[in-house]
């Protein structure tokens, strides 16, 4: 069985904020998936594991681009 790698987004909106489907389609646009159960959203590194640099990098982008939107956001990459 091939193990994947993925980093999964958990979403707290506010309702002074931007609406949820204008952050989704930030999130789309950054490469991650809506996802059903706890996590929001996911973004699929596939079976190479993704190396720290290139997390950061992601993140650095999510956040850059959710900035001024007034939402909430946990994430975890397993």
């Not at 999130?27 to 998936?33: A, I, P, Q, R, V």
């Amino acid at each position: 069985m091939t193990r994947t790698y993925t980093t999964f987004v958990e979403m707290t909106f506010n309702s002074e904020g931007s609406g949820p489907m204008e952050v989704i389609g930030i999130l789309e646009e950054l490469g991650f998936n809506t996802s059903r159960g706890q996590h929001d959203f996911k973004y699929d590194w596939g079976s190479k594991e993704p190396e720290l640099e290139e997390i950061k990098k992601l993140l650095k982008r999510l956040h850059g681009r959710l900035k001024g939107h007034r939402v909430l956001y946990q994430i975890t990459t397993i």
